[in-house]
């Protein structure tokens, strides 16, 4: 099975911030330090991929490139919406894909970045759980 991120997940994700809601970055470095990064750049890229704008490069950002394994946790308490999407993240630092997700981040974000030194973050996801650990969906071979 394939990952297929759903219409309802798309729409409550990609509008996030302005519900109030920012989803929250999850990295690991590889001896296994957490850290944890509100991002309130992330949007649905495709099917199986999420993306956001990494404008800050600190904690997490510095983590990818040791252990790119990352969790997005989406969370809207009034709509009684939460999932944790798994996957691999791979930084784009310029090309095609970084200027798709700079002109897909939200302008509240790029604002705080206005020469534009961020770097886009894509997350092939693998896995979708609910917030109690129900695997709702995962890519099997």
Not at 17 to 33: M, V
Not at 78 to 85: I, N, P
Request: aromatic share 8%.
């Amino acid at each position: 099975m394939s990952i297929k991120i759903t219409k309802e997940m798309k729409d409550l994700v990609d509008r996030a911030l302005s519900d109030k809601c920012p989803c929250i970055l999850g990295t690991a470095s590889l001896n296994g330090y957490p850290n944890l990064s509100y991002k309130g750049s992330v949007v649905v890229l495709s099917g199986d991929k999420i993306a956001f704008w990494e404008r800050a490069r600190r904690g997490g950002f510095t983590q990818l490139s040791e252990n790119p394994n990352v969790v997005i946790m989406y969370r809207n308490a009034q709509l009684q919406k939460a999932w944790r999407f798994y996957g691999e993240a791979y930084v784009h630092e310029s090309g095609m894909i970084r200027e798709q997700v700079m002109h897909m981040t939200v302008d509240a974000e790029l604002e705080r970045d206005p020469d534009r030194h961020g770097a886009a973050v894509v997350i092939k996801v693998n896995r979708i759980t609910s917030l109690s650990g129900e695997v709702l969906q995962k890519v099997t071979s």
